[in-house]
Antibody, heavy 114, light 113 residues
Framework: QVQLQESGPGLVKPSETLSLTCTVS????????WNWIRQSPGKGLEWIGY???????TYNPSLKSRVTISVDMSKNQFSLKLNSVTAADTAVYYC????????WGKGTTVTVSS | DIVMTQSPDSLSVSLGERATINCKSS????????????LAWFQQKPGQPPKLLIY???TRESGVPDRFSGSGSGTDFTLTISSLQAEDVAVYYC?????????FGQGTKLEIK
């Protein structure tokens, strides 16, 4: 079955770059749309952006200036980079599949703190 | 952005009774090209990611018990649990995937009365 696994540092300093990777198993990443979602107590669930057609991207306008989503087809992975982070970016980050989010990773908690 | 508003914020229902959660979008999420509403429902339990229950407003995800059903069209949608079970205690979210940015409701906390 399709499985997603997020990985990356759990602690990031303010003004630095948050970097996460999602490893996809059970299906080729060249199929479907692949999303990053985050959840924080203050802002609830927030869609960050998605990757499709093996490299095209669409981002949430509220984060667009700071976000990059990219793909590594050889590793069946996609990644999130969010730069100039602040405490407001502290959240659980999930990678998911499709517009209606049928498969989710378990999530990874990222704390922004010095 | 399309704003998704759920009601109520919390709900207490007796075991075996019906639970109804509403979701209203600030603009239509109906796709005339495929005649479907781009609306999904999720269940989230503590410490777990959200789980997809319903997509295209009324299509039940594989493996989801048939006591869960979705209805509605345009801007008004409903998730119904026909006979509440103890394992249904959770927070429920609606989500529109019609327009970017995809957006979520604020969540409805469902408890046992």
């Amino acid at each position: 079955q399709v499985q997603l696994q997020e990985s990356g540092p759990g602690l990031v300093k303010p003004s630095e770059t948050l970097s996460l990777t999602c490893t996809v198993s059970g299906v080729s990443i060249s199929s479907y749309y692949w999303n990053w979602i985050r959840q924080s107590p203050g802002k609830g669930l927030e869609w960050i952006g998605y990757l499709y057609n093996s490299g095209s991207t669409t981002y949430n306008p509220s984060l667009k200036s700071r976000v990059t989503i990219s793909v590594d087809m050889s590793k069946n992975q996609f990644s999130l980079k969010l730069n100039s982070v602040t405490a407001a970016d502290t959240a659980v980050y999930y990678c998911t599949r499709r517009g209606f989010l049928d498969v989710w990773g378990k999530g990874t908690t990222v704390t922004v703190s010095s | 952005d399309i704003v998704m508003t759920q009601s109520p914020d919390s709900l207490s229902v007796s075991l075996g009774e019906r639970a109804t959660i509403n979701c209203k979008s600030s603009q239509t999420v109906f796709y005339s090209s495929n005649n479907k509403n781009s609306l999904a429902w999720f269940q989230q339990k503590p410490g777990q990611p959200p789980k997809l229950l319903i997509y295209w407003a009324s299509t039940r995800e594989s493996g989801v018990p048939d006591r869960f059903s979705g209805s509605g069209s345009g801007t008004d949608f409903t998730l119904t649990i026909s006979s509440l079970q103890a394992e249904d205690v959770a927070v429920y979210y609606c989500q529109q995937y019609y327009n970017v940015p995809h957006t979520f409701g604020q969540g409805t906390k469902l408890e046992i009365k």
